[in-house]
Every structure is written in C-alpha cells, then in structure tokens.
T-cell receptor, first 111, second 114 residues
Framework: ETGVTQSPTHLIKTRGQQVTLRCSSQ?????VSWYQQALGQGPQFIFQYYREEENGRGNFPPRFSGLQFPNYSSELNVNALELDDSALYLC??????????FGDGTRLSIL | GESVGLHLPTLSVQEGDNSIINCAYS??????FIWYKQESGKGPQFIIDIRSNMDKRQGQRVTVLLNKTVKHLSLQIAATQPGDSAVYFCAESHPRDSNYQLIWGAGTKLIIKP
C-alpha cells in the first residue's frame, strides 16, 4: 500500500512569486486535505477536496487555491507569496470518516 | 473561542515508565478526537482516535481516555521506548464540519530519559 507522497520536499521562493505543491493520496483514499504548519505549532486547516471539488475551507485568503484530479491526487497553489507563508505544508488523504493519513510535507521558505 | 490545547509543552519520562499526555478542548459539540505523533522532519503519524460515544479506547501500547464532563482527553503510552520521542498532537472535529476538518492543539514534546 503506497502512502501519501508530497513533492517537492523543500522549496525556496521570494515574495510575490507563485508556488505549486503536489500530493499523491494513499491508495484507496478519495479525499485530500491540506494544512499549514508553522514552526513549533500545530497544523492549520487550509482546505479539503473531495470528488474534485473544494469541500471545506479554513481561514486562509483566496490566494491559496487547490485542485484535485480524477486519480485523487491534488495540488496546492499559493499566489503572491508573503514572508508569513514560510511553513511546512502537509497533505493528508482519507476515505469516508476514517483517520487522515499524512505525507511528510513540503518545507516552503520565502525570502 | 474554540480551541484544543495541551497542558504541558514538554514531558520527560524515564524509559520503561508509562507516559500520560493531556489535552483540553473547549467545544462541547466536538464528536471526534484523534492523536498524532510527529517526529522531526516527518508528517504527523496517526496513533489512535475516539468518538464522543466512547470514553476509552485501547490500541497497541496506547490508550485514549475521553472525559466529556470536563472536556479532557488523554493519551497513555505504556512502557515508553526511545522511539516514542516525538511531538504529540491532539485534534478535534465538530459535527458541523461534515468534512471532518481537524482543529489541532499546539503539541507536547515527549522526551525519553535513558
């Protein structure tokens, strides 16, 4: 059984740029959730995708957007990057009301 | 406001002893609770979960206790091992969030003393 995989593992961008992070869900999972984790803090829910539609959103501005593809993989896009966007971005996949399983994240640094 | 928090940011335990990590939640409407373990440089790893219709659930070397009266959650780890060193997070979910959006606490760092 293949777990959740995220790419890239690390990324460095400058303010104002745009970034796309990718996630492949665990086999059999049809729901993908994205979280932002600042250093030393718990993850913050960004949004969730189910059947290629956004299925809930946390307190994040519209410049955070996403996609889910027919194979359930997903992308997180962030436009107009700000210094505060520096964080670990985590993807989790799940099916129904079963526990979410996480990838190891993408570490995004904004200079 | 709604929050999930932990009483202690760091917990030091002797190898072989039992560990107890505590968590308080403020929303009495939460119906699902879950514990994750996060090792340095890795994503959170599922440990155990519990729904509000239960007050105890056991796994391999772990037990979660839920006290809805005082809105308290705890994770007990039996015979703590060096591999248990990590940051432990509790998270909750509300029934209004049919997508099971998780609200996370700040985490407790568990340190194992040899």
């Amino acid at each position: 059984e293949t777990g959740v995989t995220q790419s890239p593992t690390h990324l460095i961008k400058t303010r104002g740029q745009q970034v796309t992070l990718r996630c492949s869900s665990q086999s059999g999972h049809n729901t993908v959730s994205w979280y932002q984790q600042a250093l030393g803090q718990g993850p913050q829910f960004i949004f969730q995708y189910y059947r290629e539609e956004e299925n809930g959103r946390g307190n994040f501005p519209p410049r955070f957007s996403g996609l889910q593809f027919p194979n359930y993989s997903s992308e997180l896009n962030v436009n107009a990057l700000e210094l505060d966007d520096s964080a670990l971005y985590l993807c989790a996949s799940s099916r129904g009301n079963q526990p979410q399983h996480f990838g190891d994240g993408t570490r995004l640094s904004i200079l | 406001g709604e929050s999930v928090g932990l009483h202690l940011p760091t917990l030091s335990v002797q190898e072989g002893d039992n560990s107890i990590i505590n968590c308080a939640y403020s929303n009495s409407a939460s119906d699902y609770f879950i514990w994750y373990k996060q090792e340095s440089g890795k994503g959170p790893q599922f440990i155990i979960d519990i729904r509000s219709n239960m007050d105890k659930r056991q796994g391999q070397r772990v037990t979660v206790l839920l006290n809805k009266t005082v809105k308290h959650l705890s994770l007990q780890i039996a015979a703590t091992q060096p591999g248990d060193s990590a940051v432990y997070f509790c998270a909750e979910s509300h029934p209004r969030d049919s997508n099971y959006q998780l609200i996370w606490g700040a985490g407790t760092k568990l340190i194992i003393k040899p």
